[in-house]
């Protein structure tokens, strides 16, 4: 039985995007990344809602957006590093069905983030450490809500997003397109 959709979780700069959109075509089913949703709501960058209204008002948008995405069916859902931060978002986002949390270790999303041209326009400092710092910081409050949320684990290292897409197919038992 096809689960009613699939929810990426983890931290920025996993592949949740790309991850989607190779899983969607696959499954012949809708990719939607929460956080250009969330940009089309605000009329703005995400950097530009922390910046003029600041995290609280993201995370109540945020929050507005996975409770709308997560009623959809037949979609893979690319969501905010933090969008498992919020009881009700986690409650939500279990209605997925599939909840997958992709990982990556420090080193490498530091590395995804600084290759990344849309980083710095997009994507906001969380704390006011240096980059790396708030990696570690945040990877170590955050793994223990990734874990309790996901329903499926999955490396994304060394692996192309292809390869993570069958992965999670697979696992999954679920039917691609031929």
Not at 123 to 135: A, V
């Given at each position: 039985?096809?689960?009613?959709?699939?929810?990426?979780?983890?931290?920025?700069?996993t592949g949740k995007t790309t991850i989607a959109e190779r899983l969607a075509a696959r499954l012949d089913w809708t990719s939607i990344d929460?956080?250009?949703?969330?940009?089309?709501?605000?009329?703005?960058?995400?950097?530009?809602?922390?910046?003029?209204?600041?995290?609280?008002?993201?995370?109540?948008?945020?929050?507005?957006?996975?409770?709308?995405?997560?009623?959809?069916?037949?979609?893979?859902?690319?969501?905010?590093?933090?969008?498992?931060?919020?009881?009700?978002?986690?409650?939500?986002?279990?209605?997925?069905?599939?909840?997958?949390?992709?990982?990556?270790?420090?080193?490498?999303?530091?590395?995804?983030?600084?290759?990344?041209?849309?980083?710095?326009?997009?994507?906001?400092?969380?704390?006011?450490?240096?980059?790396?710092?708030?990696?570690?910081?945040?990877?170590?409050?955050?793994?223990?809500?990734?874990?309790?949320?996901?329903?499926?684990?999955?490396?994304?290292?060394?692996?192309?997003?292809?390869?993570?897409?069958?992965?999670?197919?697979?696992?999954?038992?679920?039917?691609?397109?031929?």
């Amino acid at each position: 039985m096809q689960r009613p959709s699939i929810a990426l979780i983890g931290y920025r700069g996993t592949g949740k995007t790309t991850i989607a959109e190779r899983l969607a075509a696959r499954l012949d089913w809708t990719s939607i990344d929460a956080d250009v949703e969330i940009e089309q709501r605000a009329g703005k960058p995400i950097a530009d809602v922390f910046a003029s209204e600041g995290e609280g008002a993201f995370r109540d948008l945020e929050s507005a957006v996975v409770d709308d995405l997560c009623r959809r069916q037949r979609v893979v859902l690319a969501l905010g590093g933090g969008a498992i931060l919020r009881e009700d978002n986690r409650q939500h986002i279990a209605r997925c069905g599939a909840v997958v949390w992709l990982q990556a270790s420090a080193d490498s999303i530091a590395r995804r983030l600084q290759a990344d041209p849309t980083t710095a326009s997009r994507r906001p400092n969380l704390t006011n450490s240096d980059p790396r710092t708030e990696i570690d910081r945040l990877l170590a409050e955050r793994t223990p809500i990734y874990r309790a949320c996901a329903t499926l684990e999955v490396d994304t290292e060394g692996k192309a997003p292809e390869e993570i897409a069958g992965e999670i197919v697979a696992a999954l038992g679920l039917v691609p397109l031929p």
